[in-house]
Structures are given as C-alpha cells and as structure tokens.
C-alpha cells in the first residue's frame, strides 16, 4: 500500500512535470508539421511565463495573465514567421535568436517593472490557475486504489492541465479531420504541391505559427500561474528542448507527443523522488543522467534504433517557387 | 476554324536579367491538342506557369474562352477550367490519392463529407476515361506512370476543360507514355483542350494537331502538324540545321577494358537495386544501358566508379581486379584511367558555386601539372580551362564565370571535357544529355562517338531511347536491377521498350 502510494504520488507529479512539455511539443508541431522548424519554443514559453506572471501581478487576474502570455507568444512567432516565411531566412537562427530575446527582456522588464531581481511578485491563489477539485474527489477518498486514483490523480489538477489533455485528441482531429489538418500537412511535406492547388504557402503557415504561439503561451502559463506563483527567472530551464526532443521522439504524430511528454515528464519526476536514496544493484543515480535521459533517447532514436523518425518533408525549408 | 480557347497576347517575362518571354503571341484552338515545343531554356515553362497563374508576366494579356482573363493565382486558373500536370509531381507523397485529389478543392472544412464526394467523382472520372488508379493507395508507393494519372485526375476533379501537360513522358516507358497519349486523345473527343510542352519532337508529330516552336523566350513560329516535318521544328528550335542522326562508322571492338561480374548492390535500407550483374565492355564500343529510371542503373554506375560500396561481385579495369568491397577509392580509379561523367551534374558532377575553371580540373587536382609545390598553380589550371573551352566550344567563353551561371548544356560540356581530356581507357557516362539543348545534344554525341572511334571503351545510362539505339553498339536493357536483355542497335523501339517494362524474354521475342 505504501508503495502504492508513492507510485501514485509519483504520477502525480509526472503528470504535473509532463503539462509544459506537452503543451510546447503540440505548439511546435503545428508549426513542424507546416515546415516551419521552431527551435524557439523555449523562447516563447519563456516571454510568455514572464507576461503570464506580470499581467495576473497587475491585474490579479489568472485569465489576463493567460490573455497576455497568448498575446506576446503569438507576437513572437509571428516574429519567427516574418524571418522565416516573408523573408526566407534561416530557421534556426530565427528561432535561437528568439530565443536569446526572451531569456534577455525578461530580466530587464522584471527588474525595471518591479525590483525583484526579475521576478515578478508572488501571486495570490486567485491569480492561479489553482487546483480543480472534481466532484466527487473528497468523497470516494477513502475507496482502495481507485479512490486513489481518482482524487489524487486525476482530481486536484489545474483547468490548463486538462486542457492540455483535451488538446491531444483536438490536435488529432484538426489535423486529420479537417480541411485545414490536411492542407497544414500537405504544406510541410511538399508546398509547391498546395501552391499549385490555388492555396496560399505562406498563409498557411501563419495560421500554423499563430497555433504555436497560442499554445507555448498556454504552456508559459502553466509555469507561472499554475505550478508556481509567479515567474522566476529562466523559469523554463530547457523544456522548450525536451519539447522539441518529445516531438521528434513521437515522430510529430499528437497522440505519441502526449505519451513522450509523459515519459519524459515521468523520468523528472522519477528522478526527483529517487533523489539522494541509491537504487538496487545499480547504486546512486546522478541527477544530471536523469535529467540528460530525455535527450539521451531522443538521440538514441534518431540513430535509428527505435524506428525511424522522418520529419515533415519540407522542414526547415523555407518556400521558393522555382527560380 | 475552331474556336479559340486561349489566347496569350505580348507576354513578357523576366528573371532579373534573363528575359525568359518576350511579347509572346499564342492562340490555341478548343478541342485540340496544341505542342508547344523549344529546347530547355526556350521559356516554354515559364509561358505555361504564367498561365496557371504560378509568375506573373510582366507584360501582356490571356484571354481565355474570348473573354480578358486575370490570372494572378493559380486558383485563378483553376476557376477558368485551367489545370497543369507539372514536370515535377506536385503531389504530396505520403498522402493517399484521395487526399491529394482533393487538396485545395475539398469544399467546406470538415474532411468526411469532401472525401465521400471525391471517392465518386474519382469513380465516375476514372470510367470515363480509363484512368484507373486505386483512390486509397499512398502516393509513393504507385510508380510514375499512375503518379501521373493522379495529376490528371487531379486537374480533371477541378474541372478542367484546358489541361497543359509539361514534358509529361520524360518519366515514362515508351508504353506508358503510348497509354498517355491513348488518354490524352480521349479527353480531346470529350472536348477538352490540351497543350503539350515538349522538347521530344517524335511525340510532337506523333498526337498534335498544332504546334508551336519558342527559341530563346520568343514564339518563332506555329504550324499545323501535318503540315511540317522533324527537319523543319529542329531547325526553328535550333536557329540552324541539325543533324538528327549521329554518324557513326562500324565498331571495331578490341580487348574487354571494362569487365563486371555478378555484381550486386544493396541500397541504405537493405533492398536489392542491382541484381547479380554482369556485363563486358571492350575498347572501340559503345554500350548502352537502357532502362526506366529507377531499375538499378544508377546504382550500377555508382558502384562500378566506385561511388558506393557492392555487396558482391567483382569488376576487373583493364584486366586489374578493383577492389569493391572496400569501396574503392574514385580517385584511385580515375588515376587508374576510368573517367566517369555523373547522371547528376548538379549535385555530383560539379560545384556550382565554384568558378568554371576550377570544375573544369576537380578530381584531377593532384596531378602534377595543376601544380605547383603545394599549392594550386591557379596560372597552369585557367590555361587549361580556356583551352577546354575553345575545344568544346563552352559558352560563354569565360573560365572565371561562376558554373551555376551557364546553361544546363554548357555546364555538361564543363563535365565532359574535364573527363574526355583525360585520355581515359574507360569513360562511364550518365545521362549525357539529360535536360541539354538540341545544338549541345548534337555535339556532345559526336564526342561521345570520337572517344569511340579513339579506342576508348564507353559504358553509357541513358533513360532516353533514341540517344541509345543511336550511340550504342550493343545495348542491354535493366528492369528491375537485373540486366533482361542484350539487343543490337537495330532493335526496335517496341522490342527494347518492352523489355524495360519487365516483359520477360521469350514473350518480348514473339
């Protein structure tokens, strides 16, 4: 039972830990799967954590911090796409630079906008976005396993939490039952296959970088106003990369993202609770191993050892009609 | 006289300073089939792009069913009945036939109702005109020839009643490209109008009822098919007289230089491309390989210059064995005398960035007379450069040019001279002339022919047909990586071109 216990606590705090990772892997794979790579993930959770966290300081409301960090999210990749769609440019660079302003301004406006060292202040619980209770949770309690199950592990999260789950199933759903699914996946496989069919390249990227910056500006929220009580500083710490390593892990595919979010989210959590106790046979685990585990499998499968992951087509390549 | 469905007036268009089309006048009759031919670089692609709406001329009018047309898009076109089988597929490769018929057209936004839709008109396109094509099947797994009915039907689902086809049978076997035409007849009895871009002039005569002729961007000349003559489109796609037909004398084949034995290669994923191979090539001929792109052949030629490794087999240059499953080292052969001209200049063949006369010695770098110590003897290399150039008549004659910057004939020219002037034994050639001019076309063939008559003993892959059943003096035919067959020159069309398909032996001697 003890045991038990710990596993669902365990879980607990995957699913948790897993939440940004699978918001920012469905953000970039609107954007992959429309050939345009965004390595700037990171970058947008990042500005969008830091809007989330100043607008609920000034407004105290939750709802306007997700507003805000939506709104300069999107206002970044749109960035990302007027360096890469409009003007052709480098991908990667785009994205790294992106990156590097996000890390930078929100320092500076922290410390300009409110003398905490780049904080933003801590916010009050109904600034949060704070835990959901289900109905029912408090009552089957004290029901063995399932009881548990339920009100530890599923109840207690919050409303971005099951959003990001719903997400999943929509992404899925737009993307294979749609007329705008199937023209984003034409896009990122051979452009000048849907330009020749009458419909705009670069448009359909737009729509396709709007999407990611709508949801890294979830994820940034996530971070700020759900499983901390305001920004801190580099508060996003890589998981913009690990996204990035769980979507290529899952092949761009929605459903596959989730579960690579949860593995990955799962190693964290395993590797928090593990912490300091050394394990059967195997002895002490260093922390940095298992926080390298993600990207140690990400290459692993790139190699080609865990099948084969081809990205979109036209990733990475800007469109140019012949000539 | 027929009504005319399009009518192009003063269409002007450039590419910075490359005037692609100069004030172009074309009229094309409903309910024909209307050729457009020119070599590569005449414009006749850029005239078709600009009336699917793909550029915008920067000058001129389209009418199309009597009636001024703006074409800015080419969903523009597709609203006039305008659709285009573009030379390269535009299709979406790991989509199933459904799905690419449909992108672009599906309706409204959701899929299940646009599918349905689409699956019935499929079935009702493909009764009516013969082009049957699974609707569920995954675009990269059908061979070119449906890959190209799906291009068809895509044009035809939009409606199409003006279909433009760009060099459609580049891709084909003789008798898919016949099973196109049989289509294209039948579309022109439902009363559609087809133009076809083409530098091919046999398809030409064989199903236009007009034709016109571009040369350098301009429109020199339309004419009723019946009423010209090969002679004739050659000479107005040319500016001059062409020699159609190589001359060549008898082959006195010598000693076997070239010898492959049981030779197979594996590709990166395991699967067998060239199939227990064996051929001979002796000093003084010329052996071709003929083939639909695809059947192992340019895997053989990789593995034979040592490009990639074979599984097995052996092959024996002028009677020394060379080593295969190391990898043999290309330098090592080409020190050896095998020279060896690339299917893809672009990407093989030569560095575009590079200066001309850097191209015109790559590979060759180490010999002593490019120079000088340890460094490169820049003095010796342009010497050499300007001296190719004058032989093989390289234009323009600028050996500081860029290579990008000369056109596809001229850039093969750079690739030739640098291989033939090497006096090697053994010259391996592909596709000499894919995507050259008619006038390079003519040239490069007589070389091709001199290295011949040199005694040099020449491997020749060309998925052109005519250009084998001309150079070659025997000619083996691949399907499938396996060699199916040996033929003389005189072998028909109809014979060789069965054998590509994979009709086996004894049924293509009957």
Known sequence: MDFFHSLILVLDSTVRLSIPLLLAALAGLYSERSGVFDIGLEGKMLAGAFAAGAAAAVTGSAWAGLGAAMLISVFLALVHGFASITHRGNQIVSGVAINFIAAGSTIILGQAWFRQGGRTPSLPGDAR???????????????????????????????????????????????????????????????????????????????????TGILTGMAGTYLSLAQNAGFVKDMTAGRGFIALAALIFAKWKPVPVMFACLLFGFLDAFAIRIQGTPLPLIGQVPVQFM??????????????????????????????KER | MAETAIELKGISKSFGAVHANRNIDLKIEAGTIHGVIGENGAGKSTLMSILYGFYQADRGRIHVGGKKAAINTPSDAIALGIGMVHQHFMLVQNFSVLENVILGAEGEALLNTSIARARSELERLERDYGLEVDPDSIIEDLPVGLQQRVEILKALYRGA????????????????????????????????????????????????????????????????????????????????????????????????????????????????MVDNVSLDVRAGEIVGIAGVAGNGQSQ???????????VSGT????????????????????????????????????????????NAMLGYHRQAKYLNGPFLNIEAIRADAREKIEKYDIRPPDCRLKTANFSGGN????????????????????????????????????????????????????????????????????????????????????????????????????
Not at chain 1, 180 to 186: D, E, H, Q, S, V
Not at chain 2, 300 to 310: K, S
Not at chain 2, 325 to 342: E, F, I, K
Request: charged share 25%; proline share 5%.
């Open chain 2, 315 to 358: 092959v024996t240059l002028g009677g020394e064995p060379v080593d295969l499953t190391g990898a043999a080292d290309p330098a090592d052969l080409r020190a050896r005398g095998m020279a060896h001209v690339p299917e893809d200049r672009h990407h093989v063949g030569l560095v575009l960035p590079f200066e001309e006369n850097e």
């Open chain 2, 161 to 272: 009643d003006i279909l433009i086809l760009d060099e459609p049978t580049g891709v084909l076997t003789p008798a898919e490209a016949d099973h196109l035409f049989r289509i294209l007849e039948q579309l022109k009895e439902e009363g559609k109008t087809i133009i076809l871009i083409t530098h091919k002039l046999r398809e030409i005569m064989a199903i236009t009822d007009n034709v016109s002729v571009m040369r350098q961007g301009t429109m020199v000349a339309t004419r009723r098919t019946a009423e010209t003559s090969v002679e004739e489109l050659a000479e107005l796609m040319v500016g001059r007289r062409v020699l159609l037909q190589v001359e060549k004398g008898e082959a006195k084949p010598g000693e076997v230089l070239l010898s492959v034995r049981n030779l197979t290669v594996k590709d990166s994923r395991g699967v067998t």
């Open chain 2, 300 to 310: 053989l030629l990789d593995a034979i210059t040592g490009v990639r490794r074979a």
């Open chain 2, 411 to 510: 850039q093969q020219k750079i690739v030739l001279a640098r291989e033939m002037e090497q006096d090697p034994k053994v010259l391996i050639v592909g596709q000499p002339t894919r995507g050259v001019d008619v006038g390079a076309i003519e040239f490069i063939h007589k070389r091709l022919i001199d290295m011949r008559d040199q005694g040099k003993a020449v491997l020749l892959v060309s998925v052109e047909l005519d250009e084998i059943r001309s150079l070659s003096d025997r000619i083996l035919v691949m399907f499938a990586g396996r060699v199916v067959g040996e033929r003389g020159p005189e072998a028909s069309e109809g014979e060789l071109g069965l054998l590509m398909a994979g009709v086996e032996e004894k049924e293509a001697a009957e």
């Open chain 1, 291 to 320: 926080q390298a585990l993600p990207y140690i499998l990400t290459v692993v499968l790139l190699a080609g050892f865990i099948g084969k992951a081809v990205p979109p087509r036209a990733g990475g390549v800007p469109y140019v």
């Open chain 1, 129 to 211: 976005f704070g835990a959901v209770e289900l109905p029912f949770a408090g009552a089957v309690r004290d029901v063995p396993i399932l009881g548990d199950i339920y009100s530890e592990l599923i109840s207690g999260h919050s409303l971005l939490t099951y959003a990001a789950f719903l997400l999943v199933p929509f992404t899925w759903w737009v993307l294979f039952r749609t007329r705008f699914g199937l023209r984003l996946r034409a896009v990122g496989e051979n452009p000048a296959a849907v330009d020749t069919a009458g419909v705009s390249v670069s448009w359909l990227r737009y729509r396709a970088v709007i999407c």
